[in-house]
């Protein structure tokens, strides 16, 4: 009996101190970026950052919600027939399941795509994109990943307890027809669509920043905030790749089975794969932590010095002064006499 405790109580705290990360991680990306929104408001950046508050908010809500649940059910060694009798609390695991995984793939495919936008057609962003329409676009992606997580409860098909007994999702084994097959592929293809969404302008966004770096030195200090931004958004898309793709692509093969082939898809690896899934909440916020415009023109500098380089061969938006730096960040989408007649940015000579 004590060691039964023993590991009961080894169940529960690891959930808690996952929790606990999620929590802190996700809270200081909020102070981060809040305070960066406050700085560029009305300025092309703004549209961005709200999308990323959004994002690592989500996280946030989520960690709360889908981490209370998970310590409940271990500090009950999973006895769901004396917790959830009616299936209430599973219905709800299962929904905050689909919802807290949908949202961050969407956002991330949309900031992408915003990115890309901003790059390639920066005059249709800076009169389009305003902050009413990035609001809109964030209620609507809530609001899709709200009505597909509610349609097994509306098709009266409740969410299921995964063999693993610590997570509820949709049915994965004795699936009866085609409808529940439907879920399963419709989450796993939404999932994969929004990642392929988020290579493919990414993708873009950097061949277009190469060939503008090639042809024109005239509006680099413009494009610093550019290469910030591109540099968070590889980073949420391989972290996104790393920790979805297994998950999306084993919920796509039972969808497409009928079953889960136990011979090649254990309980622990099912297991698993949820986990490296919720990893994503953990990671992303540390992208915005660690990512940013100081960190990584001291990183560029560190790394300058290891390789033997001058410090003056560096690329001027590394040279320039934040102060500078970020008033530069509409020059991209206004005249370039405007801008430098309101911002008096001083020029960096040539050595």
């Given at each position: 009996n004590g060691t039964c405790c023993t590991e009961q109580w080894i169940s529960v705290i690891f959930p808690i101190i996952f929790m606990t990360i999620g929590i802190l991680s996700n809270s200081l990306a909020v102070a981060i970026l809040m305070k960066a929104y406050k700085r560029f408001?009305?300025?092309?950046?703004?549209?961005?950052?709200?999308?990323?508050?959004?994002?690592?908010?989500?996280?946030?809500?989520?960690?709360?919600?889908?981490?209370?649940?998970?310590?409940?059910?271990?500090?009950?060694?999973?006895?769901?027939?004396?917790?959830?009798?009616?299936?209430?609390?599973?219905?709800?695991?299962?929904?905050?399941?689909?919802?807290?995984?949908?949202?961050?793939?969407?956002?991330?495919?949309?900031?992408?795509?915003?990115?890309c936008i901003g790059v390639c057609r920066p005059i249709f962003h800076y009169q389009k994109m305003t902050l009413r329409h990035v609001k809109v676009i964030l209620i609507i992606l809530w609001l899709s990943a709200i009505v597909i997580a509610l349609l097994p409860i509306l098709s009266f098909r409740p969410y299921e307890i995964q063999a693993s007994k610590t997570w509820c999702f949709f049915r994965t084994k004795n699936i009866k027809d085609w409808v529940d097959r439907l879920f399963l592929l419709l989450f796993s293809c939404l999932g994969l669509t929004a990642l392929c969404i988020s290579l493919i302008c990414n993708v873009i966004t950097g061949i277009m920043l190469i060939q503008s770096k090639r042809k024109s030195q005239r509006h680099r200090q413009g494009r610093s905030h550019h290469y910030e931004m591109i540099i968070q958004l590889v980073a949420i898309m391989c972290v996104s790749w790393i920790c979805w793709t297994p998950f999306l692509i084993t919920m796509a093969r039972v969808g497409l089975n009928g079953y889960i082939p136990q011979d090649k898809i254990p309980h622990d690896v099912q297991l698993l794969v949820v986990r490296m899934a919720t990893w994503n909440q953990i990671l992303d916020p540390w992208v915005y932590i660690l990512l940013r415009k100081a960190i990584l023109k001291k990183l560029f500098q560190i790394t300058g010095c290891c390789c033997g380089m001058q410090v003056n061969n560096l690329h001027p938006w590394e040279l320039i002064s934040i102060k500078y730096s970020l008033k530069a960040a509409t020059i991209a989408e206004t005249p370039v006499s405007v801008v430098e007649k309101k911002l008096n940015v001083p020029t960096i000579p040539n050595k």
């Open positions: 408001k009305m300025k092309s950046k703004a549209s961005f950052l709200f999308f990323a508050t959004g994002l690592v908010s989500t996280d946030l809500f989520g960690h709360i919600i889908n981490g209370t649940i998970a310590v409940f059910v271990y500090a009950v060694n999973k006895d769901w027939t004396w917790i959830d009798k009616n299936n209430i609390l599973c219905s709800i695991f299962g929904i905050c399941m689909i919802f807290f995984g949908l949202c961050p793939l969407f956002l991330g495919s949309v900031m992408a795509v915003e990115r």
